[in-house]
């Protein structure tokens, strides 16, 4: 009885052994996809944004109601955006690269008819409503807000007021 308590002990003890080191073995996998994958969810932000902000321009006819709700998005975006930024300053040069890399296929991939979408209803307003077309342009450059040090260089007043020194 001895023995066979000790042999289970034994081999729940492996098994466990065995199970932290997977575990382990996906920590560092995923250490090292970090700035990719945030990348990604970066990117999967951006596509989601702009999903919005067409359905904000298809659905809206009256400019005072577009500008509304598109500072509302930008605000909502300004949030997630920044927030990815603090996960982004946390990682090494190397993996903010791989992070850069991601988005930076995000825009060259985006879908071409949805961008021309937003494209030519920004050119409808520039003459009758020149600070809606302003707004609505910005979009473009969102993601800038998960990289602080793109952000200080671009919107200095922006990182001051989000509290980046």
């Known amino acids: 009885m001895k023995f066979l308590s000790c042999t289970i002990v034994i081999i729940l003890i492996f098994l466990f052994i065995k199970c932290t080191d997977k ?5 560092i996998q995923k250490e090292e996809l970090k700035g990719k994958e945030l990348g990604q969810l ?6 989601k944004m702009n999903d919005e902000l067409i359905e ?12 509304e709700k598109a500072e509302e998005l930008k605000e909502k975006y300004i949030d997630i955006y920044f927030q990815y930024g603090k996960k982004r300053e946390k990682l090494s040069e190397e993996e903010k690269k791989k992070c850069n890399y991601e988005v930076v296929l995000t825009f060259y991939d985006y879908d071409k008819e949805k961008f021309d ?7 409808e307003f520039w003459e009758s409503d020149y600070p809606l077309a302003t707004l609505i342009t910005e ?3 969102m ?7 793109l952000l200080k260089k671009q919107k200095p007043e922006e990182a001051k007021r989000l509290g980046i020194e």
């Open 56 to 67: 904000i321009l298809k659905n809206e006819t009256e400019h005072s109601t577009i500008k």
């Open 42 to 47: 970066i990117s999967e932000e951006y596509i």
């Open 143 to 149: 993601t800038q807000y998960s990289d602080f040090e």
């Open 23 to 27: 575990e382990s073995n996906k920590s």
């Open 139 to 141: 979009f473009n450059i």
């Open 117 to 123: 979408y937003i494209t030519q209803r920004t050119k």
